[in-house]
């Protein structure tokens, strides 16, 4: 669920001072935002999603239903026409496409712990790890925070977190064309008492199931 940011010796010694400063707050709003998204074992919903282009027109629209279980138990499923179901499972990732009557299986590496899902996850060093967080003020009880990838080869340029009081309110993805994909949740509980078998891949019968790596 990706970019880093020589002279005399008195602006080498700024530099290095506001460095640490940014890292220490920058460290500061990854635990902030770590506490936020820890504060449920489980959270299940719905959402809208649409897709915004570089000009501002929205161009795509979809809905659909989530949920999650600490610590990698997640299920997306967006409705038609674009219908789609993603299931993180014991350690895999498998995407069913309803259209082709497909499936694709794959392990839940490294290459996929920096992507948006993995905020569902609410481990302060993975997110520490994988991106530089800023938390950004909101309106009344809103918390806001931005997400840059640290490393490169990111599937996007930044994520926009904002929580209404405690409870994640919507995600905001930009991409490196100046694309924004926008996920509002709306009808969401948690504790709920999810548990794992709420997980597990339920493929039609006659599936064709595709192994990646095999």
């Given at each position: ?58 161009v795509q ?28 499972y014991q350690?895999e990732v ?121």
């Amino acid at each position: 669920m990706l970019k880093s940011l020589s002279l005399r010796f008195s602006l080498v010694t700024i530099l290095i001072i506001a460095s640490f400063d940014l890292f220490s707050k920058t460290r500061t709003d990854a635990d902030e935002l770590s506490a936020l998204l820890s504060a449920s074992a489980d959270i299940q919903g719905s959402f809208i999603q649409f897709v915004v282009d570089g000009r501002g027109t929205r161009v795509q629209e979809t809905r659909g239903e989530f949920k999650a279980k600490k610590p990698d138990l997640f299920y997306w499923e967006t409705k038609a026409p674009l219908a789609q179901k993603i299931y993180v499972y014991q350690g895999e990732v498998t995407v069913y496409d309803p259209d082709l009557e497909q499936a694709s299986v794959q392990l839940l590496g490294d290459d996929l712990s920096a992507t948006p899902a993995m905020l569902f996850n609410g481990d302060a060093a993975l997110i520490a790890n994988n991106f530089i967080v800023e938390k950004r003020d909101g309106e009344g009880d809103e918390a806001q925070f931005l997400l840059f990838p640290s490393s490169e080869g990111s599937l996007f340029e930044v994520l926009r977190v904002r929580f209404k009081g405690t409870t994640l309110s919507d995600l905001r993805i930009t991409d490196s064309l100046g694309q924004d994909t926008t996920v509002s949740f709306i009808s969401t509980f948690v504790n709920s008492g999810l548990t794992e078998k709420d997980f597990k891949p339920d493929l039609p019968e006659g599936t064709d199931v595709i192994r990646q790596g095999e």
